[in-house]
């Protein structure tokens, strides 16, 4: 199946600071979305993103849905250690289905 | 909010054998639901897009008579892995979109090890 390349692969940063991560993709998408999993767990829906130019924030995390609508950016301000985990980007064209980011994989310092 | 509940969370099963995992929409109906499979540090690949009274459609490279797709009713989706081999063992796990709005929610996942 179709996948999308998300960068970074990983972030090793420090407690307070801010992270941006992005998913792109060869074929314009109508609806973007961010999870996070935890290690043995499913993943959680974070931000839903639905029309191009959209910017939409969850408490501390911000995604925006590009313009092209080939691409989508996430940003976690003021990161804390339970930010820790993976987090996946999922777009979706004309199917039902969606297909899934390569994943970044978060680790906070304290 | 939605939920969907994945049973069993693991299963360790001898190769030859096959297991059968069960997708459940708990307090919504949901006439499609996705199965997708995750190696260790990977991401999700979807398998096939189960639909509700009818055939699910398989991605391409997923061999349908290896991974067995059953939708019988509005709740329930299974998912039956039949002559596991050691390279069968992954993380299943499913999702399900209540009809009515576009959120996917995910179960817990199952851990498969066939050995």
């Known amino acids: 199946g179709q996948q999308l390349n998300q960068s970074p692969q990983s972030m090793f940063i420090q407690e307070g600071e801010d992270v941006s991560m992005n998913c792109t993709s060869s074929?314009?998408?109508?609806?973007w979305l961010w999870y996070k999993q935890d290690p043995g767990e499913g993943p959680v829906l974070l931000i839903a993103?639905?029309?191009?130019?959209e910017l939409t924030s969850n408490g501390r995390l911000t995604a925006q849905f590009g313009i092209t609508r080939k691409d989508s950016f996430l940003n976690i301000s003021a990161s804390i250690p339970s930010d820790v985990g993976i987090y996946f980007c999922?777009?979706?064209?004309?199917?039902?289905?969606?297909?899934f980011g390569t994943g970044t994989s978060l680790t906070v310092i304290p | 909010g939605a939920v969907v509940s994945q049973h069993p969370s693991r299963v360790i099963c001898k190769s030859g054998t096959s297991v059968k995992i069960e997708c459940r929409s708990l307090?919504?109906?949901?006439?499609?639901m996705f199965w997708y499979r995750q190696f260790p540090k990977k991401s999700l690949m979807l398998m096939a897009t189960?639909?509700?009274?009818?055939?699910?459609?398989?991605e391409q490279g997923v061999e349908k008579d290896k991974f067995l797709i059953n939708h019988a009713s509005l709740t329930l989706s299974t998912l039956t892995v039949t002559s596991a081999h050691p390279e069968d063992s992954s993380f299943y796990i499913c999702?399900?979109?209540?009809?009515?709005?576009?959120?996917?929610?995910f179960g817990s996942g199952t851990r498969l090890t066939v050995v």
């Open positions: 074929s314009i998408f109508n609806t």
């Open positions: 999702s399900a979109r209540e009809a009515a709005n576009y959120g996917y929610t």
């Open positions: 993103l639905y029309k191009a130019g």
């Open positions: 307090d919504f109906q949901a006439t499609t």
């Open positions: 189960s639909n509700e009274g009818s055939k699910a459609t398989y």
């Open positions: 999922a777009g979706r064209g004309t199917g039902n289905q969606f297909y």
